[in-house]
């Protein structure tokens, strides 16, 4: 009650505070409103004065704001794949105005990868190491098994790598999974991946667009030290009912839209499930009577996404979203054992838009998440189960305010109620005469404000500062930070700028991971007792350049990233149903640097990029808690380091119905742990000899590199009575049929006769040969 009070009187003073800026006497009139599209608001969007030589872009919410003089003045509004429009507007007071795009016949958006705008709109831009997606152009490109995955497609930039062959996870500058910050419409994501990694549980017909800070966090994100990946879903469209769909080889999937009042509010429920269970279970019924058949696991995922809108009045509109996922892996032989792995995210978030004036408004929203996974065996009368979960309850407020035409205003505040399930294991017979069992729990708050001023300090100059306030509680445990955020942009010609920015993080939640386990078994933990907050600094510059008309666009940043209370686990450590998990942690610091090189192509026939990354990543876990630490305190490269990271994409439309697409990627091998020699060892005088393995340093190894190239094709079907939009996408995943490594293990080699082991020799195991797939797409 105490913390709900705290966040109210939080709240409450902030708002007074936005009172004041209201009334001060406003020099030049604000031009604001949003930008829509058929099904939604268009981020990026381009709102353009001629006259004045000025414009904005639409941000993450589809809002604009243009301080200008009083007069009359033509708009243009425009953005890639919808017609341009021109508006006469009489500026003689500050005014809202929203403006509606419809489709354009060209469809260039159809081959374009990215729709930030134009290229000199994100050379302008203050902000660096940040990309923008839509799931409209992820489709373009190839997808294993047919599977549009939105972040495998945040992959393929430069700064991000993926966790191996086929995953979805991203280890973005030398950070690790878990200090992603995944939002859906602003509420959390903790594991979001379906498939044991393989796809994200991002639905494509349900997702507007994405944003990937890598760096130069803005201050209103925190609690995580690597990137933000910031999610919006569809709106909905407003002016009449559709239906999207598509059939693929392993999954299908449905979407249905439409209004809930005409012009004022619309819906979206998007639902989708894999079919492997349908195949699995005929192959099992058919061999039930074969005594040498292992049945094969019954595995399926489903997800379900859900979206609603509505303008109350001009002022004020809310938002209802919601998401539940589902991944479900169970096995159960005839000998009795049956095993069941359960896991999942629920998601809710209401958000309600207030306009104060057109300087200032608003965005107030509480989310709800919910994470669990659980592990079910049971053996004759015999069960085990194990169980981990994180329940959130986020209340949060957004301010954005435009003194003037140089300044714009950001600041908020956020509260989270954290309920954390640390391993929760029970475990008994089935006639009820044996039962044991614990249940670890922890509570935590955690509580942020921030501040942030974009200044347009002269033509050349444009500056943003920022400061967030962060504090998090556990128990009788409390901690706080501040957190500087700084950006700048030099403009030294219209076609050359210089950018730089600084951030530094803090993350009060820690992932843990058991390593040997053969399925994921995460659980996040709270920073408590001893188990302090992970901390990192990240200082960025680089340079965009502009050439060939404004065709192409060069950039070149260079980072640097050090962070402290890095956490890892003592060997042995025991991860479950373990009351005192704090003495099991490690702590180190992390190191990460590297130069990104990326050339983009937004126009013409032919588009994409090319992308080049040369960076390194170190830890090192000093001797500490009786043990010699982590590679004896030495520094080593975590798994996910790799020297050299390359990707090409191109997108050419060959007619306004078939374009071509294809994208190569190259990386340096992952580090790896492998034996150096073994040494015979005899437990028992005349017991046979065991061989031991002898590792060297951690990660002293790296495995062949990593090369893979995807080729697709995108025919647009002719409009039918029935369907409004149809396509067939062809993609082929490993076109070449590179046998990628995925880990390596060691076969023992015998004697002829196979009496005695001579030696042992290294395979490796590959996942991916290539692999055909087709997805029919239709929209009605």
Same mark, same amino acid.
């Given at each position: ?343 999942? !995210?629920?998601? +809710? #978030?209401? @958000? *309600? ?5 057109? =300087? %200032?408004?608003?965005?107030? &929203?509480? $989310? ?85 001023? !974009?200044?347009? +300090? #002269?033509? @050349? *100059? ?5 400061? =967030? %306030?962060?504090?998090?509680? &556990?128990? $009788? ?304």
């Amino acid at each position: 009650m105490r913390f709900i009070s705290f966040l109210g009187r939080l709240f409450l003073g902030i708002i007074c505070l936005a009172a004041g800026p209201v009334a001060a006497q406003q020099r030049t009139n604000t031009l604001s409103g949003r930008v829509l599209g058929e099904a939604g608001i268009l981020p990026g969007a381009t709102v353009a004065v001629p006259a004045l030589s000025t414009g904005a872009t639409a941000d993450e919410k589809g809002t604009y704001t243009l301080s200008l003089p009083a007069g009359r003045y033509q708009v243009v509004v425009s953005f890639i794949g919808y017609q341009t429009i021109t508006r006469e507007v009489n500026l003689r007071a500050s005014q809202r105005l929203d403006f509606r795009l419809t489709p354009g016949g060209t469809e260039l958006g159809e081959v374009v990868v990215e729709a930030s705008g134009t290229l000199e709109q994100k050379q302008k831009s203050t902000q660096m190491s940040v990309e923008r997606l839509t799931a409209a152009e992820a489709k373009l490109l190839p997808a294993l098994f047919g599977e549009v995955d939105i972040l495998k497609t945040l992959q393929l930039k430069p700064g991000v790598q993926n966790g191996g062959e086929g995953t979805s996870g991203l280890f973005v500058r030398g950070g690790s999974a878990d200090q992603n910050l995944v939002l859906v419409d602003d509420a959390v994501v903790y594991n979001p991946n379906h498939l044991f990694g393989l796809f994200s549980v991002f639905n494509s017909d349900a997702v507007q667009s994405v944003d990937l800070y890598k760096g130069g966090f803005p201050a209103q994100f925190g609690g995580r030290l690597s990137s933000v990946v910031d999610v919006k879903l569809r709106e909905g469209n407003n002016q009449k009912l559709g239906v999207t769909g598509g059939l693929g080889l392993i999954s299908s999937r449905l979407t249905v839209e439409g209004p809930l009042k005409k012009g004022k509010g619309a819906f979206l429920v998007s639902g989708r499930r894999t079919y492997f269970d349908i195949f699995t279970r005929q192959i099992n019924k058919l061999n039930e009577g074969d005594p040498d058949f292992n049945p094969i696991p019954d595995y399926y995922f489903y997800d379900f996404n859900a979206k609603a809108n509505y303008t109350l009045s001009e002022k004020d509109r809310v938002y209802l979203s919601g998401y539940y996922g589902q991944d479900k892996f169970g096995f159960n032989s005839s000998g009795g054992f049956n095993f069941n792995f359960n896991w999942g !995210n629920a998601v +809710a #978030s209401a @958000r *309600w838009n207030h306009v104060f004036s057109p =300087r %200032l408004y608003a965005n107030t &929203s509480a $989310s709800f998440t919910h994470y669990k996974y659980e592990i079910a065996n049971k053996l004759d009368q015999f069960s085990f189960n194990l169980s981990s979960t994180i329940r959130d309850y986020t209340l949060k407020t957004d301010f954005e305010y435009t003194p003037n035409e140089r300044h714009t205003v950001r600041f908020g505040a956020m509260g989270t109620q954290h309920r954390f399930g640390v391993g929760r294991l029970k475990a008994g017979s089935t006639d009820g005469r044996l039962n044991f069992g614990d249940d670890v729990g922890y509570n935590g708050q955690e509580g942020g404000l921030y501040f942030t001023d !974009n200044f347009r +300090a #002269s033509d @050349r *100059w444009q500056l943003e500062g920022g400061l =967030r %306030l962060t504090g998090f509680r &556990s128990g $009788s445990d409390a901690y706080a930070g501040l957190e500087p955020r700084a950006a700048a942009r030099y403009t030294l010609s219209p076609k050359l700028t210089l950018k730089a920015n600084y951030a530094l993080m803090y993350q009060y939640l820690h992932l843990v991971t058991n390593s040997g386990a053969s399925l994921p078994t995460d659980i996040w933990y709270p920073s408590r007792l001893s188990v302090k907050p992970q901390r990192s600094q990240q200082a960025s510059a680089g340079a965009s350049f502009l050439f060939a008309g404004g065709q192409w666009l060069l950039t070149n940043e260079v980072y640097y990233k050090w962070a402290t209370n890095q956490v890892d686990f003592r060997d042995g450590a025991q991860l479950f149903v373990n009351p005192d998990l704090d003495a099991e942690f490690l702590f180190g610091k992390g190191f990460a640097y590297g130069d990104e090189i990326y050339l983009e192509k937004k126009t013409g026939r032919t588009t994409g990029w090319i992308g080049y990354t040369l960076s390194w990543t170190k830890r090192r876990f000093p001797a500490q808690r009786g043990t010699a630490g982590i590679n004896n305190g030495e520094l080593f490269y975590p798994t996910y380091d790799r020297r050299h990271n390359l990707t090409v994409v191109g997108l050419h439309k060959l007619s306004q119905r078939v374009s071509l697409t294809g994208s190569f990627t190259y990386s340096s091998g992952n580090p790896t742990t492998l034996p150096l020699a073994r040494f015979l060892f005899q437990d028992v005088y005349g017991a046979e000899d065991s061989a031991v393995p002898v590792y060297p340093s951690r990660n002293g190894y790296r495995l062949a590199p990593y090369h893979r190239l995807d080729l697709g094709l995108v025919w647009k079907m002719k409009p039918t009575r029935w369907f409004t939009e149809s396509d067939l996408t062809f993609s082929v995943y490993n076109a070449y049929s590179r046998r990628n490594p995925y880990f390596v293990f060691f076969d023992q080699v015998k004697n002829e006769d196979e009496s005695q082991v001579i030696g042992y020799r290294a395979r490796q195991v590959s996942l991916f040969p290539i692999i055909p797939s087709a997805t029919y797409n239709f929209k009605f």
